[in-house]
Every structure is written in C-alpha cells, then in structure tokens.
C-alpha cells in the first residue's frame, strides 16, 4: 500500500477538526484524486501525507514508513501555491530541486531537457518572477517531478493551466503510473477530469463520504458524470440540510460534523515493485543546492544588496558626517556698549595689558564655529534670540577692559564697580542643551585663554591665572565634545547586529510563500539551513567587518588601542550572535510584517539601552541593570574597552563580551530546534 490513513484527526489550534476520523487507502501504481469542497481539508491531508504536519490522532503509513517526516527524493511534492524562488532561472529551479534530491548531473540534465519539452516550459534561463501564473504551475510541476519519484503528490496541478497541457499532463501521469509504478496523489477541483484516476476520494468536512474508482461509483449511482455523483453524496449527507443545491458548481458546501466512514469499494491493484523504498538524504548535496540558491538570491536581490552593502556605508557615513561634530556658524549677538574701547590695542600685543581688549577675547574663537553679530541693546539682543535670529547673546559691562585690569592688578583690593564691571555674562537660548553646553564649554576654555595670553604679556607666568585643576586621561581623548569616538565601537557592534538579525526576514517570507516546506519535503532539514545561512551570513558579516573597520580606523580615525585579533573576533561574534538571534526571531514568527516589527523593537531598544550612544551610568538604576540583559550592552563594554582603553582577554569586561556573545548563540539555535519540532507537530 502506498498510503494508508487510518482514523486521522487534525485540528488547528482549538478550531473544530479539519480532518475527522479520515480513513485513506492508496495503492501503489495508483492515481488517486481527492475531490472536495474548498476548505474540507484536502490540503491539509497532503501535507500530512509529505511530512508537514502530524496527525493529532490516527495513523498515516507512507510507502510503508510507519513515521511523520521527510520522505525527501521518495516523494515530488507540488503545493498549491507556487514556491519558487523568484530571483532563479527556470533552469536554476530545477536543477536546485534535482540537487536536493542528490541527482547526478548528467541525471539532472536529461530530466529539465524531456520536462522542458514536454511541459511546454519557456527558455530555461527565464526568472521565474517574470513568468505567467500558469508557466509558474508548470516550472512548479516540473520540479516535483524532476526526480522521478514513487509517489507524486499534487496540490491542484491543473489549475489555470490550457486544455490541451491538462490533456498532456494527465496522459503523462496515467503513463508513469503504469510503466514506473508511481502512485499518484492529487487534490482537483475539476471533478471530471478524475475519471482517469484509479480512484477518487470524495471529502467533506474532514472525511470520506466515498472512496472508489470512477466507473464503480457511476455505476454505484446510476449517474453519467462524477459531478452527479459528488451532488448525490452531498444530498444523501442528511447531517447537511441547509445544503442548497442551486449554488453546487464544483464545490462542496462547507459543513463539520461528525459522520461516518462510508466506504464503497476499493480498487486494489498490485503493483509488482511493493519493496518499502528507503528515504535517502544527500547532506552534501542539500547543503550545496543552498548554498547556490543563497548565493543567487544575495546576489541578485536589490533588497539584500542594498541592505547588505550600502546601508553599513551609509551609516557609518551619516554618523561620521552628523554625530559629534563642533558646530559651525553659531550665531551669537555680542553686545560691547563703548565701540571705542572693542580694540585698546591691535598693534602691540606683546605689551602688558595691551591685549586686553574685548576683540582680544573674541579673536580666542573660531571664526567658522561662532558668528559675532554685533547688537547695540541688551533688550535687541533678547528679542534677536527670541526670533530666532541668533542663539545667544554675549554681554560686556561698560569699560570692560578697564575693569578687567583693574581687577588683575588689585586681585583682593578689587572694588565691586570692579568686579561687576569686569564680568561677561552670557545668556542662550537653552531649549537646544547640547549647543548651549559646547557654547558654555567653550567660553570657560576662551576665557583661560584670553587671561592665559594676558599673563604671559605682563611677563607672569600663566599657570598662576590657570584654573587650579589638572585633568589627565589614561584612556581616551582629553579633546572636549569628541563624543563620536565615544560612540564608534557602540554604532559599530549595533549596526553589524542589526543587519545580521535581518536574516529574519527573509528566511520568514520564504516561510510565507511556502518555499521552506516545499524545501523540508525535499528533505531538507533545519541543520542544513542553518549550516548554508551560517556559511553565507559569515561572509556577509565579515564584508560587513571589512567596511566598518575600513572606513572607520582607515578614514576616520578610530583607534584600536587593544588587540587587533580581538576586535576583529568580537563584531564577528556579534555577527554570528545577530544573525542566530535573527533565526530565533524566524523559528518564532511567521508573517513579515510581525518579524520586521520584532527586529526594530530589538534594535531600538539596543540602541537606546545597551550603552553605545549613551553612558548607562547615567540611567535608571533599573534600567541599568535590565539593559545587561540585552545581548549588545556587554558586548559593546567589551569592544569599547579593547578600543579605547587596549585591553585584552584578561580583562573581565572584554572576557564578558565573548560569553555574552557565546550564551546568547547556544540559545537561539536552541530555541530553533524546540521551535521546529513545535512547528512539525
Ligand atoms: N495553518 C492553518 N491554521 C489554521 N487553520 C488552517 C490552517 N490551514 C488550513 N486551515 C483551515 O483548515 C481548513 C481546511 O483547509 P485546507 O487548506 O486543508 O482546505 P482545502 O480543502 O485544501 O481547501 P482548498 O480547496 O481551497 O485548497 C480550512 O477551514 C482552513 O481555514
């Protein structure tokens, strides 16, 4: 027997039964066409015949194995919906297919040529995106067939194909089943065109209301077509009786209940080749027709080409060109209420107190970072910020300069007139605070300047108007406001994580468009995806490697104080991390939309918590520690630490990075295999 079912049972979730105590029989070297209504589970019936999904309850025996699983090259599955890869040839398709099924070469060759003639296929090198919905189904059926298998099972195979290929189809199906033996399994919903089936099956509601050869039940019922015959078992079904008759055309009302296992006759045609063949997977074979179809796609898909290289250069560009640079064009009002007094002395600066002049203070800035414009009011230079027009105001009293050395030369003995008239004041417009700390910042480093200057003209020694503070740094830059080589090792780790955990998505929308089970009927097991998207995710990750290191140590500077072998392991083991995680979210997710909105949840968390563009320690004690729980905060300690501080392994921050790394890939391609064989169920 090719296919027994026995009492199955099948339900999705707590819905009613799809399948309701089903019993099937198929003999080997038969054609057997199942015939129902859309909805009463024909489909799912196949694909527990192929392996993709269990029974809840009741036994299947496929060609003798007594198991749930792939029967890879013993059976040519075709689904309903097309599932193929768009970005490969016709020629490509087939000759994955054949490869999955460990043909040889030569084998594969002289199949796609006999299929290509006689499925009228177009030129081999056509894109399967480009062909007719009707070309596709014949691409589709070649390639269940390219291995010549002992059981063929077909979801719809004739659907939206012309007459005269449906004629030839089925001649070719009535032909293999008598000279090769192969048992054929197909759901139609052209009723008639199964008269040259062995038998029919006719299902409602998850069962047989009949199973026979076609003349048997014409016979039976003493009707001239088999579509009399679906409408007779519809009318004799007395559980049905809102059945309307008027709206049968080649379907079935939908109608669940429990009925029983009516069973007419059963056609028994012994085929001599009744030895249980043995499922044979070809893991090199398999793993090799991945590899080229990963590699195809990659490489021909604009979407991962743009993903994959320009988005990297794009954010590393953006970052350099927009995070952290000194601001330019600062336009600050100044306000000098004496004009006279602006310049004391422009010409002999190296004179005591010849400097002192408030064009001496301004001079101290850059002229490309901070604009003066000059305001004759204190209230002009309020309303100018008010209208936006310049984005603050520096205040000099009257007789600055005399003040101010007033106040150098009698320090203690200095009057309050004094003080006061010697005194800058700056006001900012402070809804910007970034702008307002770096101007603020800059006027205290100006105003050491400026006295610093004064000093030395007046032959003292600087260090005496310093402030009295040293500030050293062991790692990093004592430059003020160079918070992109802050950021650097953070962008970099979460960038390469983000792009590998994108491998989600295209792995869930080959899920969506049926491309990963047609692949598991072939027997393709999760192991052998998860060893070809390693493979490729690798090189991906490593171009990903080579331009970050590139442009950022190469362009702009970034140092690796520690070593080189460690940075470079770490971002790969963040790569690694990000893609294994990206299979996790795959495994857990079935819609595109939802896996895409898992990944930017995960990225913009990272991004805001894990340290990298922001100091933790100067968040929310909980937050802190919660953000320890997301893979890239210690990986990116680790990395900013071999960075910018040259530490090694020894260290337990950048040793913790690693095994953040290491813990997080156990337990994603962990949570794979438990959701896998959740999903087989
Ligand atoms: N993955 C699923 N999750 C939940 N319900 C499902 C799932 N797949 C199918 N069903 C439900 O199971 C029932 C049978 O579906 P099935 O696809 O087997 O019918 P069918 O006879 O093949 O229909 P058609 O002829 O339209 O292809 C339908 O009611 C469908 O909504």
């Known amino acids: 027997m090719a296919l027994k079912v026995k009492n199955g049972f099948k339900r999705y979730g707590n819905d009613k039964f799809v399948l309701n105590n089903l019993n099937v029989n198929v003999d080997r070297g038969e054609i057997y066409g199942l015939l ?19 029974l809840d309850a009741g036994e299947i025996i496929v060609l003798g194995q007594d198991a749930y ?14 599932s193929l890869l768009n970005s490969l040839s016709i020629f490509e398709s087939l000759e994955y297919f054949g490869m999955l099924y460990g043909m040889s070469s030569t084998m594969r060759q002289s199949q796609i040529k006999f299929l290509s003639t006689f499925l009228d296929l177009p030129p081999l090198n056509s894109c399967i995106q480009d062909l007719s919905g009707g070309q596709k189904r014949r691409v589709s059926l070649a390639t269940a067939m390219i291995h010549n298998p002992p059981l063929l099972v077909l979801d719809e195979p004739t659907v939206g194909l012309d007459p005269l290929l449906r004629q030839r189809i089925w001649e ?8 090769c033996g192969t048992t054929i399994i197909l759901s139609t919903h052209y009723i008639e065109e199964t008269r040259r089936c062995d038998k029919v099956g006719f299902m409602r509601g998850g069962q047989l209301l009949a199973e026979a050869s076609p003349k048997s039940l014409l016979s039976q019922f003493n009707c001239d077509s088999l579509e009399s015959v679906a409408l007779q078992l519809c009318r004799e079904d007395k559980h049905i009786l809102d059945y309307n008759e008027n709206n049968y055309t080649s379907e079935f009302n939908e109608a669940v209940q429990i009925k029983s296992y009516r069973k007419v006759s059963i056609s028994m045609q012994i085929h001599p080749n009744q030895i249980t063949p043995v499922v044979e997977t070809h893991h090199h074979k398999i793993i090799w027709a991945l590899l080229m179809k990963f590699w195809y796609r990659h490489l021909r898909d604009w979407r991962c080409l743009t993903a994959e290289f320009v988005l990297p250069i794009m954010i590393i560009l953006v970052m350099q060109n927009v995070i952290g640079l000194p601001p330019r064009n600062l336009k600050i009002g100044v306000l000098t209420p004496n004009s006279d007094e602006y310049c004391i002395n422009n010409s002999t600066l190296t004179e005591c107190f010849a400097n002192i002049g408030i064009c001496n203070f301004l001079q101290k800035f850059d002229d490309s970072k901070v604009e003066w414009i000059p305001i004759n009011s204190y209230e002009n230079g309020i309303q100018s910020i008010r209208l936006g027009n310049t984005i603050g105001l520096l205040q000099f009293p009257v007789d600055f300069s005399t003040h101010f050395k007033n106040r150098m030369v009698y320090r203690n003995f200095a009057s309050n007139e004094t003080i006061q008239g010697s005194t800058i004041s700056l006001v900012m417009d402070e809804s910007n605070v970034i702008i307002a700390s770096w101007m603020k910042l800059t006027v205290v480093k100006k105003y050491l300047e400026f006295i610093s200057s004064i000093a030395s003209a007046c032959n003292l020694n600087p260090a005496i108007v ?6 050293n740094a062991i790692y990093g830059s004592m430059e003020i406001w160079k918070v992109i080589s802050y950021m650097q090792p953070g962008i970099t780790i979460l960038t390469v994580f983000m792009l590998a955990n994108s491998i989600a998505i295209l792995w869930v929308e080959d899920r969506e468009k049926g491309l990963e089970d047609r692949d598991y009927v072939a027997g393709v097991k999760l192991w052998h995806r998860m060893v070809c998207y390693f493979a490729t995710e690798s090189i991906i990750g490593f171009i990903h490697l080579v331009i970050f290191f590139s442009l950022l140590t190469g362009v702009y500077g970034m140092e690796i104080r520690g070593s080189w072998y460690l940075a470079v392991g770490l971002v790969m083991m963040t790569a690694i991390c990000g893609f294994t995680m990206g299979w996790m979210f795959a ?8 896996t895409i909105i898992l990944i930017l949840f995960m990225s913009i968390t990272q991004a805001s918590c894990s340290g990298g563009m922001w100091p933790m320690e100067m968040a929310n004690p909980i937050y802190r520690h919660l953000a320890k729980l997301l893979p890239a905060t210690i990986i990116i300690e680790s990395f900013q630490s071999i960075c910018i501080r040259g530490w090694g392994l020894s260290h337990s921050s950048v040793l913790n990075g690693f095994l953040t790394a290491s813990v997080y890939i156990a337990i994603s391609i962990s949570v794979c295999f438990l959701a896998e064989r959740r999903r087989r169920r």
């Open 36 to 54: 129902g209504a859309s909805g009463c589970g024909k489909t799912t019936l196949l694909s527990c015949v192929v392996g993709l999904r269990k």
């Open 69 to 82: 699983g792939q029967l890879g090259g013993l059976c040519g599955y075709m689904p309903q919906e097309i």
């Open 172 to 179: 070719h199906l009535v032909q293999i089943s008598r000279d």
């Open 466 to 471: 310093a402030e009295p503070l040293k500030f």
């Open 587 to 594: 495994m857990l997710k079935d819609n595109v939309l939802e």
